[in-house]
């Protein structure tokens, strides 16, 4: 409950709107219409689920993890590799659209982009980027997917409206549109 109050203390109303977005300077946790302040979170997590318009059976998954402990122990394209020769035979029939080194704002990371068949025979979409990050809050461990043709509530695969290369622009203009908020330095408690 101290907590809870805490934090309380800390909330306040920033303008989000279609003509004005008020992006706080000091270190904190944004979303629509407020902030929380606080220069010592040592232990943020966040991940959020974004729909894309007219597309519904595709979403954007983020991650943001500035704890060490998320840091994986090999980069995303070894991992990838090493699950490749796990699947075996299955692995033949996903096909990798692309996959290397990419910068996504000030973060270096890596990408890897896959369509694989579902239960139906239809083809979906897997696309992930990743950073590794220093397991702080200025450079968190971040991960990005892209997933079309997911499973509906019922179980049943969508079949994906985007093609190969619709998808590959839809992903491009998703990482292209990321950008690190702008922070000042906390000041010293008093």
């Keep these: 409950m101290n907590r809870v109050q805490e934090a309380l203390s800390r909330l306040r109303p920033r303008a989000d709107t279609d003509t004005d977005t008020d ?34 059976d595709a979403f954007v998954s983020v991650w943001i993890y500035p704890l060490a402990s998320h840091k994986h122990d090999k980069p995303l394209l070894d991992r990838m590799g090493g699950m490749a020769q796990f699947l075996g035979n299955l692995a033949t029939s996903v096909r990798v659209l692309r ?22 025979g239809m083809r979906s979409h897997a696309f ?27 179980g049943n695969q969508q079949k994906t409206s985007l093609t190969d290369q619709e998808a590959m622009k839809l992903w491009d203009d998703v ?8 922070v000042s330095q906390p000041v010293p408690p008093a």
């Design 23 to 56: 992006i706080p300077v000091d270190p904190g946790f944004c979303f629509a219409g407020g902030f929380i302040a606080n220069p010592r979170w040592r232990n943020e997590e966040a991940s959020l689920d974004i729909d894309i318009a007219g597309h519904p």
């Design 175 to 182: 990482l292209n549109s990321f950008r690190l908020r702008p």
């Design 128 to 154: 992930v980027w990743e950073t590794q990050g220093d397991g702080t809050l200025a450079t968190p461990a971040i991960k990005i997917e892209l997933t079309t043709g997911y499973h509906d509530g019922k």
């Design 99 to 120: 996959k290397g080194d990419r910068q996504v704002g000030p973060y270096p990371g890596q990408e890897y982009l896959a369509t694989a068949p579902g239960s139906n």
